[in-house]
Structures are given as structure tokens and as C-alpha cells.
């Protein structure tokens, strides 16, 4: 069965850290430009990190950079996003989506993607 399945989400307080997985699962991520989103309740959807496949690139669209770093380990088939740090208003659900080639850099500009995974909950408490 092909599949990708982020885990690695929970309760911390403020101030700590959390360490997200995106496994693939019948297909081979070395060629997928892994990327990460995050969706709280009642906002929209919004990109955090992404990963290319061919060179390891990143891209981080938003000011999450240096709090959040996306990493992928191809002999695992994983994709990591470490998270430092953490504010009550990174609570949301986190997704992780692979699409075929190209760059990092326009993951978010996709209309769509291959794969999705489904969410894992993150939730930081004041």
C-alpha cells in the first residue's frame, strides 16, 4: 500500500520541542520534494518547511526558520521537522505532502500534490 504518515506530534509546554516524522511507505521518497504544512483551527492552511529530493534544498516560506528545521534521511524514507522553541500558536494539525521533482523553493505554489499524509496533532500550552 502507498502511503505517507506523519507522526511524532503532542502536548508540550511552551518553550519545548517536538520532533515530526513523515514515513513513506510503498514508493521511495529520494525523487519527492517533501513539504510541510501546518492547519489551526478556523485559519487557513499554511505552509512551513519543504525539502527537495535531488539536492536537499530547503525552504522555509514563513518566519519559522531557525525555530523549525526540515531534514530527510532517504536510507529511512522519512522526512523530519524538528521544532524548537515552541509558541502556543504553532498548536495546530501538521501534514506532511510529497510531490515529484522539481524544487523546494515552489512546493507551496503547487495545486496539488502526490501524496498526503494524514495530520498529527501539535499542541503547545502557555
Known amino acids: 500500500e502507498v502511503q505517507l504518515q506523519a507522526s511524532g506530534g503532542g502536548s508540550v509546554q511552551a518553550g519545548g520541542s517536538l520532533r515530526l516524522s513523515c514515513a513513506a511507505s510503498g514508493f521511495t521518497l529520494d525523487d519527492y520534494v517533501i513539504g510541510w504544512f501546518r492547519q489551526a483551527p478556523g485559519k487557513p492552511r499554511e505552509g512551513v518547511a519543504s525539502?527537495?529530493?535531488?539536492?536537499?534544498?530547503?525552504y522555509y516560506p514563513g518566519a519559522l526558520k531557525g525555530r523549525f528545521t526540515v531534514s530527510r534521511d532517504n536510507a529511512k524514507n522519512t522526512v523530519y521537522l524538528q521544532m524548537t522553541s515552541l509558541k502556543p500558536e504553532d498548536t495546530a494539525v501538521y501534514y506532511c505532502?510529497?510531490?515529484?521533482?522539481?524544487?523546494?523553493?515552489?512546493?507551496?505554489?503547487?495545486?496539488?500534490?502526490?501524496?498526503w499524509g494524514q495530520g498529527t496533532q501539535v499542541t503547545v500550552s502557555s
Open positions: 525539502i527537495s529530493g535531488t539536492d536537499g534544498k530547503t
Open positions: 505532502a510529497a510531490d515529484w521533482g522539481g524544487a523546494a523553493y515552489d512546493m507551496f505554489q503547487r495545486a496539488r500534490f502526490d501524496y
